[in-house]
């Protein structure tokens, strides 16, 4: 048997219907389908490390990202601008 595999998207979804305490753990194991020691596990995860969201350094990671994202696509643009120009010198 495979090991289900659930998106962060999901995973947030569950824990915040945990988190909201209208049905127990139990219960919403049934409705998704998921252990409750699953569920439990995610909520753990969840208030451990939900205070990153909030902090600066989360933000500059991903414009960090964003910048290099960026400069790739400069050089790729610049390249094929260099590529057609010599396609075109050479022909």
């Keep these: ?28 194991g049934r409705k998704h389908n998921i252990h409750p020691a699953q569920i439990t596990n995610w909520k753990t995860q969840f208030l451990k490390n939900g205070e990153e969201v909030f902090s600066k350094k989360a933000k500059s990671a991903k414009s960090e990202a964003e910048e290099k994202e960026e400069r790739l696509l400069k050089t790729i643009g610049q390249l094929k601008v260099e590529n057609d120009f010599l396609k075109t010198a050479s022909s």
């Design 1 to 28: 048997m495979s090991r289900r595999k659930h998106t962060p998207k999901f995973k947030f979804k569950v824990v915040l219907e945990a988190l909201s305490e209208r049905t127990t753990i139990q219960e919403l």
